[in-house]
């Protein structure tokens, strides 16, 4: 989909204006990871979100099957 030369213009306005990079830098220093606790990856707390996200989904977990490990090459 093509923009008009208008709509080209206000965009190119936009970015130069010093408030929305004043925002965008707002809301990178407010970002955060919630799987990560003090610097260091927490498998526990994303274990609990995928736990939930399958529950709520109504996701049914596919049963175990060993993995046959005669030839594997990385």
Do not use: C, W
Request: glycine share 2%; hydrophobic share 35%; no cysteine.
């Amino acid at each position: 989909m093509k923009i008009s030369k208008k709509e080209n213009k206000e965009l190119l306005e936009i970015s130069r204006s010093g408030n929305l990079k004043n925002d965008m830098n707002i809301i990178a220093e407010q970002r955060h990871n919630p799987f990560f606790k003090n610097g260091k990856a927490h498998a526990d707390a994303y274990i609990e979100f995928v736990t939930q996200y399958n529950d709520f989904i109504n996701h049914q977990p596919k049963p175990f099957r060993r993995m046959i490990d005669n030839d594997m090459k990385l």
